[in-house]
């Protein structure tokens, strides 16, 4: 089986069927917006910096970006804020984030929960699904402390909770999926190139988007 697929055609065929497509969407532009979604280690951060790279493009991170913004780390943020406060910072990153033209946008491993997040997601850009194993993503996070939900006794046991609860809601926005395995990172980079050109999805140009709630 194929390891990844588009499911760009589905949106033709949604959008033939209703009534009322949104009238503003443009046709897909050279620019559209990546978005890297997966779990925690699945190479967001990572591919996504080289991605941008071989586009040419500006790369931005939203858990980055919140750090920087907040001027501590992110388990800090969960200490003093909580879960809650720092998903409500992501979603006014996101919806800032996905208005930038031409991004390549690397999103945090939970930022799927978010009903709000999904629709930002999939209306404004092309949504990449790096998807890893619960083994690999466990490898690829055990040395790091800087992932407050992974700070548990048993953390492969969480990744794959994580991962189960998860799992539909990375497959329901992603447009398209990719098996990152054993590849290397350029490698991946290579794969995901020429399925952003074959995606075609239309998206809304964040002219057309009303004004950011919090700027
Ligand atoms: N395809 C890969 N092969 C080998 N190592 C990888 C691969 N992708 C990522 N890694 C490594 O796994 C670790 C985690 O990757 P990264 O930080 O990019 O994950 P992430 O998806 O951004 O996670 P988070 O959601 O926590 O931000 C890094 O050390 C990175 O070098
Ligand atoms: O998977 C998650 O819920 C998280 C992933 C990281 O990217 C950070 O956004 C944060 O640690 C939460
Ligand atoms: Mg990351």
Do not use: W
């Amino acid at each position: 089986m194929a390891d990844y697929h588009c499911r760009s055609l589905r949106r033709a065929v949604n959008a033939f069927l209703d009534p009322c497509p949104a009238p503003s969407a443009p046709a897909p532009g050279p620019a559209a917006p990546v978005f890297l979604i997966g779990m925690m280690g699945a190479g967001k951060t990572t591919i996504g910096r080289a991605l941008a790279r071989a586009l040419g493009r500006r790369f931005v991170d939203v858990d980055q970006l919140i750090e920087e913004r907040c001027g501590v780390r992110i388990p800090t943020i969960f200490e003093l804020e909580g879960e809650a406060g720092f998903r409500r910072r992501e979603t006014g990153a996101i919806d800032e984030c996905s208005r930038m033209e031409g991004v390549v946008l690397a999103t945090g491993g939970g930022a799927v929960l978010s009903a709000e997040n999904r629709r930002l997601l999939a209306q404004r850009g092309i949504v990449i699904y790096l998807r890893a194993r619960a083994e690999e993503l466990y490898q690829r996070t055990r040395h790091d402390r800087n992932r407050p939900l992974l700070q548990t006794a048993d953390p492969l046991g969480r990744i794959v909770e994580l991962l189960a609860q998860r799992e539909p809601l990375y497959e329901e926005v992603a447009d398209v999926v990719v098996d990152t395995g054993r590849s290397s990172v350029p490698r991946l980079v290579q794969r995901i190139l020429p399925l952003l050109q074959q995606c075609g999805k239309p998206v809304v140009a964040a002219a057309e988007l009303p004004p950011l709630e919090n700027p």
